[in-house]
């Protein structure tokens, strides 16, 4: 066998991501038992068998009727969404500190989830009844953010990195400013607003997840078509292009999926920052920067970091629940600014 | 044999003009160099070759074929390039590093074991083997350089452009790695185009030279058409000097400011 050394990286990313993998599968398993009212394991178990077998006798006896309802309509629904949102932001930071190379880049620096948070403030405040307005209204404004981003940063059909942030940056403040102003024409739909925007799961149910599933599913898989890209594009744009990669198309769509990602995850649980910054850069460290392996890692690592942000926020001051944006925040601000301070170190 | 025609190619960067009118011909088993001062549009010439930047006017052709007809991973399949320098500062492995230069040429996922023994094979040629699990951010300069032109060998190109390769070398590393080219045009048949600012090792290593100055060829030919010290003295503004070596066949240029 050639090159040992390498293979037995390999062996241990893989093993990496098994053991990650499970991990999650367990935390979701231990988060099922979590919550105000003590259910235990073997009745857990004992409800999803019913369940899957269509066992009636599950309404016969009260107690796991009601058990059986906040398992499948509470707790279920809250803990794969806040798992997909985890996979969604930390790709999409991902992804974006490759297309900047810069490890500071996250979806908020874009102004994207900006633009989503306000498409759905918008929408909240139009007064749309149809839960599918949310999404729709948070979905768009977030592409014609990227989209707006993306043609202020451009010069001579060239994405100038410096510009991209800045402009990014201008963009989040006016729509910070939008939303601060559609909260103050809010009235009574304020608390509605200022809850969703907070960042939680409070709200889940399986209407948002058939949403997401599909946003995060083909914005997954169109990010796993371009890890190659995206290795390249680390190395600079010059050499990207000489070693086979169309830079210009390639950024585009990889912006498109990022936007695609962030507003689904934005739109369904507000504005939890600092997930897709931390994450990947974690990753970064245990896996390496070949995003052929960085991609998924990130994936799980950000579902067990939201899962278990969500899980201990909702059961630490029980039955009160902290957002789980402030969790993230306070984590994930001094973070940045540890990133920033290293950066400026190694310049 | 490959044959790469260059027809006229101007290129300019918004108002200014970088090159003009740029022909000349090359096949496989030649080395050509590109020589001038700074800002004589040396390095603009080589980019435009792989239309990593496109020419506004003119044309490239590969074995009579439009290049600008081909996608972006047909070209990198047919042209490896050298950058001047190679900033990354992410830990990929020199064997991570190497692979990508396979990139261009796998389907989504997997390397297969030719893939591999690409790798070894280029990686042994520039004596970068054991460089193979060190990490580049930890790599020297000389280090760097070799493992770049590994990585570009592994695209198993037809035309290999370089620029400066032998910019961040020490006086052994830069014949070294001049030699090896040498021997690679020789041997594969490559048509090897290279931008370099040491003259002296261009005049020991091309088989034809191109002189520019302002954007445009001032001459170009065969090298010992090419350096004459008028030449040199019209377009550096230094005086050269033509010093023969008997013993080898060949000569040396030494330079001294303009009185």
Redesign the interface.
């Given at each position: 066998m050639k090159f040992p050394e390498y293979f037995r990286k390999i062996r241990l990313k893989n093993m990496i991501l098994l053991f990650e993998g499970s991990t999650l599968l367990l935390m979701m398993a231990i988060a099922l038992t979590v919550g105000p009212v003590k259910i235990s394991f073997k009745e857990i178990y004992e409800i999803i068998w019913k369940i899957i077998f269509n066992d009636h006798h599950i309404f016969v006896n009260n107690k796991l009727f009601s058990h059986a309802v906040i398992i499948t309509q509470v707790r279920l629904p809250r803990i794969i969404l806040s798992v997909l949102v985890g996979i969604s932001l930390a790709s999409s930071g991902m992804t974006l500190q490759a297309l900047f190379r810069n490890p500071l880049a996250s979806p908020y620096i874009l102004g994207i989830s900006s633009g989503a948070a306000f498409g759905g403030a918008f929408a909240i405040l139009m007064g749309f009844k149809k839960a599918i307005f949310f999404p729709i209204f948070s979905l768009s404004f977030a592409f014609f953010t990227t989209f707006l981003v993306y043609k202020l940063s451009q010069r001579d059909k060239t994405i100038i990195v410096g510009n991209l942030l800045l402009s990014g940056v201008a963009i989040a403040a006016f729509f910070s400013a939008m939303l601060s102003f559609s909260l103050y024409l809010a009235g009574e739909k304020l608390y509605q607003i200022i809850f969703w925007l907070m960042g939680g799961f409070w709200l889940s149910n399986w209407n948002k997840l058939f949403i997401l599933f599909p946003m995060v599913i083909l914005g997954i898989t169109g990010l796993f078509f371009f890890y190659k890209e995206m290795n390249l594009l680390l190395l600079g744009d010059r050499t990207a292009m000489d070693l086979g990669v169309d830079v210009e198309r390639t950024k585009k769509i990889l912006l498109f999926l990022t936007s695609l990602l962030t507003s689904g995850a934005v739109c369904m649980s507000g504005m939890i920052g600092f997930v897709g910054l931390i994450v990947p850069h974690m990753m970064r460290l245990l896996i390496g920067p070949d995003h052929r392996y960085l991609l998924p890692a990130s994936c799980i690592g950000g579902g067990l970091l939201l899962l278990f942000v969500d899980t201990f926020a909702r059961s630490i001051i029980t039955p009160v629940e902290v957002p789980v944006g402030v969790f993230t925040a306070l984590i994930g601000a001094p973070f940045f600014l540890f990133l920033l301070k290293q950066q400026r170190n190694s310049q | 044999m490959i044959t790469l025609n260059i027809k006229g190619i101007s290129f300019s960067y918004?108002t200014i003009k970088a090159i003009e009118d740029i022909t000349f011909e090359g096949k496989g088993g030649e080395i050509i160099g590109i020589i001038g001062p700074n800002g004589s549009g040396k390095s603009t010439l080589l980019?435009c070759i792989?239309r990593?930047l496109s020419p506004q006017i003119g044309t490239v052709l590969l074995d009579g074929t439009d290049i600008s007809k081909l996608?972006?991973?047909?070209?990198?399949?047919k042209?490896?390039?050298v950058?001047q320098n190679?900033?990354?500062?992410?830990?990929?492995?020199g064997?991570?590093i190497v692979l990508?230069?396979r990139?261009?040429r796998i389907k989504?996922?997997e390397y297969k074991d030719e893939d591999?023994?690409i790798?070894?094979e280029v990686m042994k040629v520039t004596g970068t083997l054991e460089l193979?699990?060190k990490l580049f951010t930890e790599m020297s300069g000389g280090e760097k350089q070799r493992l770049i032109i590994a990585r570009c060998l592994a695209?198993e190109p037809e035309v290999l452009l370089l620029d400066e390769p032998t910019l961040h070398l020490d006086i052994k590393h830069q014949f070294e790695i001049m030699e090896f080219i040498h021997h690679l045009s020789r041997e594969k048949k490559l048509l090897v185009i290279v931008v370099s600012h040491d003259i002296n090792l261009a005049i020991n290593y091309c088989d034809k030279l191109i002189l520019l100055s302002d954007g445009k060829i001032f001459t170009a030919g065969n090298v010992k058409d090419v350096i004459i010290p008028e030449n040199l003295r019209k377009v550096f503004h230094v005086e050269a000097k033509l010093i023969k070596d008997i013993e080898k066949k060949s000569f040396y240029i030494v330079f001294s400011p303009l009185n």
């Open positions: - | 918004k980019r792989n990593n996608s972006r991973n047909n070209i990198a399949c042209f490896g390039v950058p190679s900033i990354i500062n992410l830990p990929f492995s064997m991570e990508m230069g990139y261009p989504r996922y591999f023994n790798a070894e193979s699990n695209q």
